[in-house]
């Protein structure tokens, strides 16, 4: 493991990307901008027409999805930062220095993740906005959750950037995947009454067990149902991440 990984390689890219978070107000702007248009105009301004819900219960149905999608997002668009090295000569020098390469996917992808549970962290910050009933310790249950998530969804980022030569073209790409991942999520709109071949893209869709584990957490807590979402994310996690390493390692 230890010719495998370089932790203190791995360890300056984590912290090397949280600084670049801490000074792109950008960034964290539009972090929060999400949750807002979709809680508050969708989940309080138009949840009252949505059938099959009480008043106020839809936004409660949909918060955990909300902060899915900023996990999503973020996590996703955190890869974007390779295409960028890349093009400003920073990832040459990684590439060039003595440390496995592996260690400079993995560090990539632990910034991403807790940059994105830093991002989806945001969310919480509605809670007493739009009046959702989830007590904290719930919250703090679901945080290593959302860490499970971003990472696995940086991980996908990353594999997909590891193609790419443009930021253009990654961004093409990332919104022929954020989207159907998050729309087929189940995370606005329940799946049950859904057609047999949407039901069937969800059982598939790695984002559709996010969604359904948070919103297992804030409303419930650890249950069978929880542990299979966790079993499938955590599987599709270290899938992603191999790949990705994969990917890194030849096409860099």
């Known amino acids: 493991m230890t010719n495998f990984l370089d932790f203190s390689a791995l360890g300056m890219i984590w912290k090397r990307d949280l600084i670049r978070l801490s000074r792109d107000r950008a960034q964290i702007a539009g972090s929060l901008a999400r949750p807002i248009l979709w809680l508050v105009i969708l989940g309080l301004g138009m949840g009252s027409s949505v059938s099959g819900f009480g008043s106020g219960r839809y936004v409660e149905y949909l918060f955990p999805g909300i902060i899915a999608l900023n996990l999503l997002f973020a996590s996703f668009l955190s890869a974007i930062s390779i295409i960028w090295d890349r093009e400003f000569g920073f990832l040459k020098e ?4 003595p440390i ?3 260690s400079i996917a993995l560090g990539k992808a632990a910034s991403g993740a807790t940059v994105s549970t830093l991002q989806g962290c945001l969310v919480l910050l509605f809670i007493p906005v739009v009046g959702v009933s989830v007590s904290w310790a719930r919250v703090a249950l679901a945080l290593p959750f959302m860490f499970l998530i971003a990472f696995a969804m940086t991980s996908l980022g990353l594999l997909v950037a590891a193609r790419m030569t443009s930021f253009e073209g990654f961004g093409t790409i990332a ?3 954020i989207m159907p991942m998050f729309f087929v999520s ?6 049950d009454r859904a057609p047999r071949w949407l039901s069937i ?6 984002m559709t067990y996010a969604v359904e584990g948070l919103r297992g957490l804030m409303r419930g807590g650890v249950s069978w149902g929880f542990l299979l979402d966790l079993t499938v994310l955590a599987l599709f996690a270290l899938l992603a991440v191999r790949l ?3 990917a890194f390692s030849r096409r860099m």
Request: aromatic share 12%; proline share 12%.
């Open 175 to 177: 919104n022929f995947v």
């Open 186 to 191: 189940g995370a606005v709109f329940p799946l």
């Open 94 to 97: 990684m590439l060039v220095a």
């Open 201 to 206: 893209l969800s059982k598939v869709n790695p």
């Open 100 to 102: 496995p390469r592996a």
């Open 244 to 246: 990705a390493v994969w």
